[in-house]
């Protein structure tokens, strides 16, 4: 009884993580943090355009010249959409790794795992192969573009399969997702595999570098067609939060403590499915973002969804924006295919990650 | 049938090395035969040339061109020229995924299949094969059409015809050479492969469209990979091409409108005259008997200042079917 | 006194085999009731009825007189808190922020003023901060039992005297903290809340116990005061172990065993 007496008692609401930062800092450092990543990437570029240019064409001083209207164009126009992009991209994949590792109570959980990508990677390469010829022989003119619109509804397609597999009688086991997940990304690769077989040599070179993830052709209205999607995510989040802190315990131990689990796990999976089916439409198939970045946040942060939610979004579009900026400048004028190099990035230090972690969390 | 068998290991390799034994002594074709050093630098001897499985555009051209289209008993469906080819011919799939078994089965006394095809594993049992199989090369110049030339001409014993159809190749090429020489300013030209969803595949160093642009005089505006790679968009902008270079592939093509609609496009100088070229895939970078003429149409699109002429063998009104 | 959560002829299936068959009990606010019974007779499965989380195949389940799946998962949980047998957290959280759990919405001082007391109640006051997988599994058990305690108290201050399910929850503690948890389930209900507890140890259920209730093979076969329900007959009958009562002070039976029936009666 003598805890009633604690300093802490006195503050507003007790933080029961001693030495981790509190959610207003945390948050205010991550924000701080992308803000400085994203003016640091606007100033690199193959373009090539000297600071003092750089200046000039984002505030729009200095003498109209055809130099300052290409400069303009380039940073306005190419490079802070693409930087943009990215970001929103990065939060969708943060964002869809901690829903579905909460989802899951698996830290290992990951939508590249359970099939969605590779059901928006099979739509794709569908697009590509069949595309033309089918918008040729129908006469149909889409108002849109043909492989996000395919990638994105072939993620959502695999996301409903997988769901009408695992649930019975109202309620889905998560084992049989992952498990039905796992066959049906891999039935999705075969038939990438079967197209891959089927495709000229244009067609292949596109499918490949499809399914190694590249921001590259950003736009405005590319970044104008997910806001709505991380918006609606940012909503949802706060009441997702504590059912997703609950069902860390089980979902019979979430249910006794208020949680209608059936529904939360309907919404989860509808948001994971949104966030990686938008992100994949978008960029292609980037992994371990989604593992990552809510790994390391839980490590300094914890594991309570409230703060790792949002969290994740503001750590994946920081780290997506920094690997984009190195996957469009190293290799210049190609590109460096981002999902190589969060790869190559993630893959080995997933890996130290798990073996200094595995006494403690039994992985 | 004199190439000693390097291993026999399989039965059905040995069936099949007797079917075209039997063929040989039917067609009773070319005694003496010879023997060349291929693009792998293999030394392959060829007996027979009566029954030929032709891969690739190019190769498919030259037999046409060298009037040997009886003994071609298949071709691959990159062989669009000419286009009664592939009407009259059967097919054994795309050149880079080719089946072994689907090229022996057809009973072939040759396989000229041009440089790139693949698999990998497909070429190599075709290379351990009783039935000779020479692989054409393909480099990107016009020398190299002329080696190509020579090469099929030599091992289908038709180094006559092959010699005359050379020297109108050579000509043609000698006169894009003149041309270029008018040429004050090269232009600088992007060629687009692909373009999906804003993302652009384009040409570097090592690749036909490199080839054919400084045929036609032009520089490719990118220099600094090798192959076809998506390209980053501000470094569309940094290249600043003049011209646009895409493959015609009928209705399905690359437009100009959809080109330059793309931002990084749109601020290019191509851009500026909305200078875009648009030719057919195989004439353009098949490196093939057509290509000084492809060659030639190109830099009259690039340069029309220049009003290219016709070429020696166009105002000779020849056909290379007209050689001896 | 009427029965603020009962059981009325409810029956479970798994398969072909039956769980629960036609089992009835009430418990009342302020009463402790203890559910005994061997291996398999179908505690857990009657506690999970009682709890809303298995809907039985017949027969139903009342809370304040209404179904108890006509409650929202919110408003059930207002009103009833379970502590399971056992429970795995799959992320590094503390024990703090797992008791805190209890709370739901709510924040601020009275959470954590809650929290401690509730972590003070288990002696783990000075483990809030620590990660509970690093915890013993008693310790385990205990910061758990602190998580309820604290949904308990938040459901009570909104609507009164709750319901406390408890299911095995002396499993992994020492004697010390089994006394401990058994005295703090009292005060609970010296407060109106109504207990349930599955317990094996049938000391531990005269002590808890103002009722105990016997299970065996889904079927209700006692239902009375220690004093009525541990006789050697009972226990030769359900348990299969021969004269083991004894009585000391004032009535109060014990057991103590000196070995197993070697045939069935």
Redesign the interface.
Known sequence: ????A?P???????N???GAPGATATITVLCIALLLSAVASATV????IPLERLMAAAFGTGADTPLLA?DQ??LW???L??ILLAAIVGALLGAAGTLMQGLF???LADPGLVGVSAGGALAAAAA?VFG??L??ATGWRPPF?L??VAAFVGSLIATVILYRIATREGRTSVATFLLAGLALGALAMAGVGLLV?MA????L??IT??TLG?L????WP?VASLAPIVLALVVAMPFMA?SL??L???E??A???????ERLKRYAIVAVAAATGAAVSISGVIGFVGIIVPHLL?LVI???HRLLLPSSMLFGAILLMIADTFA??V?????L?IGILTALIGAPFFLSLLLRQRG???L | MVRVSQNGRSAWRSVLAAGALLAVTLQGAAAEGVTVKDASGREVRVEDASHIVSIGGAVTEILYALGLEKRIVAIDITSLYPPRAMAEKPNVGYMRALSPEGVLGLNPSLVLATEGSGPKEAIAVLQSAKVPFVLVPDPYSGEGIIEKLNLIAKVTGEEAKGACLAARVRSDLDAVAALRKRIDKPVKVLFVLSFVNGRAMVAGRNTAADGIIKLAGGVNAISEYEGYKPINDESVIAANPDFVLAMNRGPESLTAEAVFANAAFSATAASAHKAFVSMDGLYLLGFGPRTARAARDLAAALYPELHADKLPSETTGGAAQDCP | MSAVLEAVRVSVQAGRKTILDGASVGVSHGETLALVGPNGAGKSTLLKVLSGELRPATGHVALHGKPVASYAPQALAQRRAVLSQSVTVAFPFTVGEIVAMGAGDRGGRTRDAMVETALADVDLADCGGRIITTLSGGEQQRAHFARVLVQLSCGEDLHGPGVLLLDEPTSNLDLRHQLALIAAAQRRAARGTAVIAVLHDLNLAVLLGKRIVVLEQGHIVGDGTPREIVTDDMLAKVFKVPGAVGRVPADVPFVLPHGIATAAP
């Open positions: 009884m003598a805890e009633l604690h802490a008692a006195a503050r507003s609401s007790r029961w993580r001693p570029g193959a373009a090539g290409r164009l380039v126009s190419v490079r959409p693409r109570r698996n830290p590509i033309d010829r918008l040729h573009e492989l996000p077989f000229d040599d244009r067609q070179r596109d570098f499809w590249s590259t052709g950003a736009t590319k504590r802190d609950l860390v315990l089980g019979a131990e249910f006794h403590m208020g949680i209608a689990v839980r914890g594991p309570g469009r400048t290799a210049a004028p190609a590109e295919p403690v969390f039994g």
